[in-house]
């Protein structure tokens, strides 16, 4: 009996716990993508970019410390241009 209750207790538990972290992932990569954002301005002030420029992500990493983030759900991150945010690889993580 008491098998079958912590059985039943693990099902109604797992699925919980499944969004949990999904949903923390998710939190922790917007965070990363706001570090990355307010790195890429940085730059992008100091060397008097305009919003049509390229961005150089070799440049931008240097106001990072500790360098690029790594996503918690085995994403990569981009930049493309100066007037763009950067961006993740998983679907859903969107600042």
């Not at 008491?2 to 939190?27: D, Q």
């Not at 106001?63 to 085995?74: F, I, N, T, W």
Request: glycine share 8%.
């Amino acid at each position: 009996m008491v098998v079958t209750v912590l059985g039943m207790l693990a099902l109604l538990a797992t699925p919980s716990f499944v969004n949990a972290r999904t949903a923390s992932r998710t939190k922790a990569c917007i965070n990363n993508l706001r570090q990355l954002n307010g790195a890429k301005d940085q730059w992008a002030m100091e060397y008097s970019k305009s919003e049509s420029d390229s961005v150089v992500m070799n440049e931008v990493l240097l106001y990072l410390k500790g360098g690029l983030p790594r996503c918690p759900a085995s994403g990569t991150y981009a930049f493309t241009v100066v007037a763009t945010g950067a961006t993740c690889t998983v679907a859903g993580h969107v600042q």
